[in-house]
């Protein structure tokens, strides 16, 4: 296990990190989200000990992360880093040596993730000479090539084509499935539902929700119901109490109910023929906008 | 901890390495610069060589007329004394003489034995030389005419040179050694600067392409940075000895210097100044390049270092022009760190810095760039992660203590 224990930091007045804690499990795929200046990328540089953090430490399979365990995590920084006049293979070796292999592994290594993520045809080239996209891979590759235990990746598929994002998404599920915890931080919150099992929202350096997708959906603030009702007045849900409409078209509502929704059924029913009678779990987007403006 | 001290030595060798790669191997500036350097260190050999042929050492001298006769086997004897060969030539008349003169067949005509003619202002060496043999000659005549013997006449006018008594010991070696030593602080300033420039571009290379991240997920930033410093003096090092040694070659073989039996003495302290040199300078210029986040702003910072460096290069020059390095300016910069590797090989080749004189700098230098190391150190891993504005060094100062490097094994 990954353990966030009380992480706090400060840049001057600025409280950047405050109190965060998290767990993230080997094999798990954890989403981080939060909005921009939420505090992501300091919580990341701190798991990776490229920060120190004023407060608070990071346990890997609870023992507190040092120097030399690091070197077995691997690291994407959302501000890409690689030097733009070194060879493609030449850059991976060195990243690869740096966190510990030695020259021959390095070497397999390197080659196995040029060749894994596509840029075989670059192996040569100048990262410079490469297109966004390819230099992307090069990155990623940077943060696999020394087959990490931890992978920390800060915004990873943001700049990626569909096609690349299938590749990465499908990259990262194989290293979750080798049971190694991936954490990685994004903006595009239905790819975050889509691949993770786990996720941590965070606002202003606080940690605002966490846990399993399908649980935070669950039990994410008030149930909501998709009801249709066929030949019914519209106005059937007014003088309901504690239901709330979102959306109406066609003769199919959205509610937000409170209480009881025994009731809103017979009210429905009352009204008219019901075709339609189900609850609805809020996306991941709903849930995000809802913690974050509280 | 045996294998976390191991661990840091890989983090060093290895970063060291990768600079001495890609900056050797991969890159072509290194053989360009190393051509250049090499190009001007031979234009500096040769060209006094080239100009010096251009002074004339071979003359065309016509001698018209009888009694012009005897100035010519004293004039060609005096000539060869001084390194001058004269080509003598007997023009059949004063015109002829006159014409081949007019055409610069002739550099110089005596007619006569009354008159030198020359097309316009003459050679001063060579219108010294026949004035001397012209008198000489007059003399031997004036003297056998006056029955003379000729013996008496030889020693009048020959005298053997007098003796020269040197008020202090002549150290045949110290010219070429001081030759050597005035090529080699140009070197080594070039070197200095163009080397420790190097290390700033690579800390603000890495700063700017935001590698420094991902690198300091492996290694920490003190490794990163001994890393660069020595991987880049290896560099200049290397390409130091491939200067020196191709130069010093080309000019013993072309015989422009002759290589005093010491010259490895003096060469190794030339190597062991630079070497401190850049110790003492590279470490500040990481800091420059630490704390700015673009190539554009380093201008900026670096220009008080390159002017400390300009100025230092200026002391020990003008020190080692004028006295040899023995002035009081030149004793009192031997202590000053800065200036101490650019001038103490002058002084020690020199041979005018006193054993104390030398161990004392060596202190100071050593004492000082340990300071130097540790305050740079801090300051570029309290800077190296924080773009944006240029960062403060005091700012840097401060947090340079929060850093991983410091507090965690």
Same mark, same amino acid.
């Given at each position: 296990?990954?353990e966030?224990?009380?992480?706090t930091?400060?840049?001057?007045?600025?409280?950047?990190?405050d109190?965060?804690s998290f767990?993230?499990?080997?094999g798990?795929m954890?989403?981080?989200?939060?909005p921009?200046?939420a505090?992501?990328?300091?919580?990341?540089?701190i798991?990776?000990?490229?920060?120190e953090?004023?407060?608070?430490e990071?346990?890997?399979?609870?023992r507190?992360?040092?120097?030399?365990t690091?070197?077995r995590f691997?690291?994407m920084?959302?501000?890409?880093g690689?030097?733009?006049?070194?060879?493609?293979?030449?850059?991976?070796?060195?990243f690869a040596?740096?966190h510990?292999l030695s020259?021959?592994?390095?070497a397999?290594a390197?080659?196995?993730? $040029?060749?894994?993520? +596509?840029?075989?045809?670059?192996? !040569?080239?100048r990262? &410079?000479?490469l297109?966004? #996209?390819?230099q992307? %891979?090069?990155?990623?590759?940077?943060a696999?090539?020394?087959?990490?235990?931890?992978l920390?990746?800060?915004?990873?598929f943001?700049?990626?084509?569909?096609?690349?994002?299938?590749?990465?998404?499908?990259?990262?599920?194989d290293?979750?499935?080798?049971?190694?915890?991936v954490i990685?931080s994004?903006h595009?919150l239905?790819?975050?539902?889509?691949?993770?099992?786990?996720v941590? $929202?965070?606002?202003? +350096?606080?940690?605002?929700?966490? !846990?399993p997708?399908? &649980?935070l959906?669950?039990? #994410?603030?008030?149930? %909501?119901?998709?009801?249709?009702v066929?030949d019914?007045?519209t106005?059937?849900t007014?003088?309901?109490e504690?239901?709330t409409?979102l959306?109406?078209h066609n003769?199919r509502v959205v509610?937000?109910?409170?209480?009881?929704?025994?009731?809103v059924?017979d009210a429905?029913?009352?009204?008219g023929?019901?075709?339609l009678?189900?609850?609805?779990?809020p996306?991941?987007?709903?849930?995000?906008?809802?913690v974050v403006?509280? | 901890?045996?294998?976390?001290?191991?661990?840091t030595f890989d983090?060093?060798?290895?970063?060291?390495?990768r600079e001495?790669?890609?900056r050797?191997?991969?890159?072509?500036?290194?053989?360009i610069?190393?051509l250049?350097?090499l190009?001007i260190l031979?234009?500096?050999?040769?060209?006094?060589?080239l100009?010096?042929?251009?002074d004339?050492?071979?003359?065309?001298?016509g001698?018209?007329g009888a009694?012009?006769?005897?100035i010519?086997q004293?004039l060609t004897?005096?000539?060869e004394?001084?390194?001058i060969?004269?080509n003598?030539?007997?023009?059949?008349?004063?015109?002829d003489?006159e014409a081949?003169?007019?055409?610069?067949?002739?550099?110089?005509?005596v007619v006569?034995g009354?008159e030198?003619v020359?097309?316009?202002?003459?050679?001063?060496?060579?219108?010294?030389?026949?004035?001397?043999?012209?008198r000489?000659?007059r003399?031997?005549?004036?003297?056998q005419?006056?029955?003379?013997?000729?013996?008496?006449?030889q020693?009048?006018?020959?005298?053997?040179?007098l003796p020269?008594r040197s008020?202090e010991?002549?150290d045949e070696?110290?010219?070429s050694?001081?030759?050597i030593?005035?090529?080699?602080?140009?070197?080594?300033y070039?070197?200095l600067?163009g080397?420790c420039?190097?290390?700033a571009m690579?800390?603000v290379e890495?700063?700017s392409t935001r590698?420094?991240e991902?690198?300091l997920?492996?290694v920490r930033?003190v490794?990163?940075?001994?890393?660069?410093?020595?991987?880049v003096?290896l560099v200049?090092?290397i390409q130091?000895?491939?200067?020196?040694a191709?130069?010093l070659?080309?000019a013993?073989?072309s015989n422009t210097?002759?290589?005093?039996?010491d010259?490895?003495?003096?060469?190794?302290?030339v190597?062991?100044?630079?070497?401190?040199g850049?110790?003492f300078?590279?470490?500040?210029?990481?800091?420059?390049?630490?704390i700015?986040?673009r190539?554009?702003?380093l201008q900026n910072?670096a220009?008080?270092?390159n002017?400390?460096?300009?100025?230092?290069?200026?002391?020990a020059?003008s020190?080692?022009?004028?006295?040899?390095?023995?002035t009081?300016?030149?004793?009192?910069?031997?202590?000053?760190?800065?200036?101490?590797?650019?001038?103490?090989?002058?002084?020690?080749?020199?041979g005018?810095?006193?054993p104390w004189?030398?161990?004392?700098?060596?202190?100071?230098m050593?004492?000082?760039?340990?300071?130097?190391?540790?305050?740079?150190?801090?300051?570029?891993e309290?800077a190296?992660l924080?773009t944006?504005a240029?960062v403060?060094?005091?700012?840097?100062?401060?947090?340079?203590?929060?850093?991983?490097?410091?507090?965690?094994?």
């Amino acid at each position: 296990m990954l353990e966030l224990q009380g992480l706090t930091r400060r840049y001057g007045d600025v409280v950047a990190l405050d109190d965060l804690s998290f767990t993230v499990r080997e094999g798990q795929m954890f989403g981080f989200v939060g909005p921009n200046g939420a505090g992501k990328t300091t919580a990341m540089r701190i798991v990776l000990g490229v920060l120190e953090p004023d407060r608070g430490e990071v346990r890997w399979r609870g023992r507190p992360v040092d120097a030399e365990t690091r070197r077995r995590f691997g690291y994407m920084p959302e501000e890409r880093g690689l030097y733009p006049k070194m060879r493609v293979r030449d850059q991976l070796e060195y990243f690869a040596r740096l966190h510990g292999l030695s020259t021959e592994d390095a070497a397999s290594a390197a080659g196995y993730w $040029i060749e894994r993520l +596509g840029v075989a045809d670059r192996a !040569g080239d100048r990262v &410079e000479q490469l297109s966004l #996209g390819n230099q992307q %891979r090069v990155q990623l590759a940077a943060a696999l090539v020394h087959n990490p235990e931890v992978l920390v990746l800060d915004e990873p598929f943001s700049g990626l084509d569909p096609v690349g994002v299938d590749v990465l998404a499908e990259v990262l599920a194989d290293r979750a499935a080798d049971g190694i915890p991936v954490i990685f931080s994004s903006h595009q919150l239905e790819l975050v539902e889509r691949l993770c099992e786990a996720v941590a $929202i965070i606002n202003r +350096g606080r940690l605002v929700a966490s !846990g399993p997708v399908e &649980e935070l959906r669950a039990s #994410g603030g008030e149930r %909501r119901y998709q009801v249709e009702v066929a030949d019914a007045a519209t106005d059937w849900t007014s003088g309901l109490e504690g239901v709330t409409v979102l959306e109406k078209h066609n003769g199919r509502v959205v509610l937000a109910v409170e209480g009881d929704e025994q009731r809103v059924l017979d009210a429905a029913r009352a009204a008219g023929r019901v075709t339609l009678f189900s609850a609805v779990q809020p996306s991941l987007t709903q849930l995000f906008r809802q913690v974050v403006q509280e | 901890m045996r294998a976390s001290q191991m661990r840091t030595f890989d983090g060093i060798k290895l970063t060291a390495r990768r600079e001495l790669v890609e900056r050797t191997r991969r890159d072509r500036s290194f053989l360009i610069s190393t051509l250049v350097t090499l190009a001007i260190l031979l234009a500096i050999i040769f060209v006094p060589k080239l100009l010096g042929a251009n002074d004339p050492t071979e003359f065309n001298v016509g001698l018209a007329g009888a009694a012009s006769q005897p100035i010519g086997q004293v004039l060609t004897a005096q000539a060869e004394a001084a390194g001058i060969r004269i080509n003598l030539q007997q023009p059949a008349s004063a015109a002829d003489a006159e014409a081949a003169v007019r055409d610069g067949k002739l550099d110089l005509a005596v007619v006569d034995g009354r008159e030198l003619v020359a097309k316009a202002e003459p050679d001063e060496q060579l219108s010294l030389l026949v004035q001397a043999a012209s008198r000489a000659a007059r003399a031997q005549q004036t003297l056998q005419s006056a029955g003379v013997d000729q013996a008496e006449i030889q020693a009048a006018l020959a005298p053997p040179p007098l003796p020269v008594r040197s008020l202090e010991p002549v150290d045949e070696d110290a010219r070429s050694k001081r030759t050597i030593a005035t090529v080699a602080v140009f070197l080594l300033y070039g070197q200095l600067i163009g080397y420790c420039f190097a290390v700033a571009m690579g800390v603000v290379e890495e700063k700017s392409t935001r590698v420094v991240e991902v690198l300091l997920a492996a290694v920490r930033p003190v490794q990163l940075l001994a890393g660069k410093i020595l991987g880049v003096g290896l560099v200049g090092l290397i390409q130091l000895a491939i200067i020196g040694a191709i130069g010093l070659a080309v000019a013993v073989a072309s015989n422009t210097i002759t290589l005093p039996p010491d010259a490895t003495g003096t060469i190794g302290s030339v190597l062991l100044w630079f070497l401190l040199g850049y110790a003492f300078y590279s470490s500040m210029f990481a800091v420059a390049g630490a704390i700015v986040s673009r190539q554009e702003e380093l201008q900026n910072t670096a220009t008080p270092l390159n002017l400390l460096m300009i100025a230092s290069f200026f002391i020990a020059f003008s020190s080692s022009v004028s006295g040899g390095g023995d002035t009081t300016l030149a004793k009192v910069s031997s202590f000053l760190p800065p200036v101490a590797p650019l001038i103490m090989p002058l002084r020690i080749a020199g041979g005018n810095a006193a054993p104390w004189e030398i161990a004392l700098s060596l202190a100071i230098m050593l004492v000082s760039i340990v300071a130097v190391v540790l305050l740079a150190a801090r300051l570029y891993e309290g800077a190296i992660l924080r773009t944006g504005a240029r960062v403060k060094l005091s700012d840097a100062w401060r947090s340079g203590r929060r850093q991983p490097a410091t507090g965690r094994a």
